[in-house]
T-cell receptor, first 113, second 117 residues
Framework: QKEVEQDPGPLSVPEGAIVSLNCTYS??????FMWYRQYSRKGPELLMY????GNKEDGRFTAQVDKSSKYISLFIRDSQPSDSATYLC?????????????FGTGTKLQVIP | GAVVSQHPSRVICKSGTSVKIECRSL??????MFWYRQFPKKSLMLMAT?????????EQGVEKDKFLINHASLTLSTLTVTSAHPEDSSFYIC?????????????FGSGTRLTVV
């Protein structure tokens, strides 16, 4: 079983739709949960991070973490064509005495005008 | 915000030659640099982790003599692909961890697309 599971998509939605992106994980040592956005042939950029369980909102983006279910989500409201990208979840926690970050495979999102 | 400058963005080289990729953290001190390789439709694959002034730690299956990593300062790390072969063609990305945000402050470079012909 992979430490982090993420549906690769692709996910196509019409402009203005609410998008829900999700990841599940198996390592209970993960404490920080991050979402990155990656445009084609570019490096990932950090969108949001959350520590432990709870919600965090930033503009049209909301990140949710449910540690009891080992499930994290990213919601995008009023999606725009410019949101079209690959979204990677990432998690970090202590592993063998040092911080380790593990990425999901990424979900490719296409927002259709 | 934190910026990592990665060069070159694209390189084509002949089989058997070496290629050096450079990553610089522009406005923060990177205690740790990570080097990743990314295949199409695949996740980021961690190749190695390097801390400033010490030898890099390579992930299982990554040849340290082929992928030379140098992290000479808190703002500069280099990856040299030695004796490159077509199977080394890939997208290589560095990531720097901010000393002030060690748990989540991973800033990525823009990536280098290497094509070996």
């Amino acid at each position: 079983q992979k430490e982090v599971e993420q549906d690769p998509g692709p996910l196509s939605v019409p402009e203005g739709a609410i998008v829900s992106l999700n990841c599940t994980y198996s390592n209970s040592a993960f404490q920080y949960f991050m979402w990155y956005r990656q445009y084609s042939r570019k490096g990932p950029e950090l969108l949001m991070y959350t520590y432990s369980s709870g919600n965090k909102e930033d503009g049209r983006f909301t990140a949710q973490v449910d540690k009891s279910s080992k499930y994290i989500s990213l919601f995008i409201r009023d999606s725009q064509p410019s949101d079209s990208a690959t979204y990677l979840c990432a998690m970090s926690g202590n592993s063998g005495g040092y911080q380790k970050v593990t990425f999901g495979t990424g979900t490719k999102l296409q927002v259709i005008p | 915000g934190a910026v990592v400058s990665q060069h070159p963005s694209r390189v084509i080289c002949k089989s058997g030659t070496s290629v050096k990729i450079e990553c610089r953290s522009l406005d923060f001190q990177a205690t740790t640099m990570f080097w990743y390789r990314q295949f199409p439709k695949k996740s980021l694959m961690l190749m190695a982790t390097s801390n400033e002034g010490s030898k890099a730690t390579y992930e299982q299956g990554v040849e340290k003599d082929k992928f030379l990593i140098n992290h000479a300062s808190l703002t500069l790390s280099t990856l040299t692909v030695t004796s490159a072969h077509p199977e080394d063609s890939s997208f290589y990305i560095c990531s720097a961890r901010d000393r002030e945000r060690t748990n989540y402050g991973y800033t990525f470079g823009s990536g280098t697309r290497l094509t070996v012909v």
